[in-house]
């Protein structure tokens, strides 16, 4: 399985906003829901949101809900990430990754998934 390629990650003010993408190989993205997690040194990686296949169906952690928004351009094999109102704890690498099961009731990621590289958004004054 093809590893995810992130990118659009960066330096941003607090308050401020930033997208970051993801793709990969076009068979993935047909068949699967796909997540967005985030990970902080010393810390477990967190579930961040979550898009359907069908891009009908989106969930959120409650700590990212009404700011980060997800969506995703099948033509395109591309899933974003829009992230506003940045906060300097929302700091991490993001990884988008194979969601478990189709339906994004929870923010975890398929035992089965490939992870790549990450990238880095950092939020501070």
């Known amino acids: 399985q093809l590893p995810f390629v992130e990118s659009g990650g960066g330096l941003v003010q607090p308050g401020g906003s930033l997208r970051v993408s993801c793709t990969t190989a076009?068979?993935?993205?047909?068949?699967?829901?796909i997540g967005w997690f985030r990970q902080v040194p010393g810390k477990e990686r967190e579930g961040v949101s979550c898009?359907?296949?069908?891009?009908?169906?989106?969930n959120y952690a409650d700590s990212v809900k009404g700011r980060f928004f997800t969506s995703r351009d099948n033509g395109k094999d591309t899933v974003y990430l829009q992230m506003n109102s940045l906060k300097p704890e929302d700091t991490a690498v993001y990884y988008c990754?194979?969601?478990?099961?189709?339906?994004?009731?929870?923010?975890?990621?398929?035992?089965?998934?490939?992870w790549g590289q990450g990238t880095q958004v950092s939020v501070s004054a």
């Open positions: 990754a194979v969601a478990r099961g189709n339906d994004c009731r929870d923010l975890q990621p398929s035992m089965s998934t490939s």
């Open positions: 076009r068979w993935i993205f047909e068949y699967n829901a």
């Open positions: 898009i359907t296949k069908s891009g009908t169906v989106t």
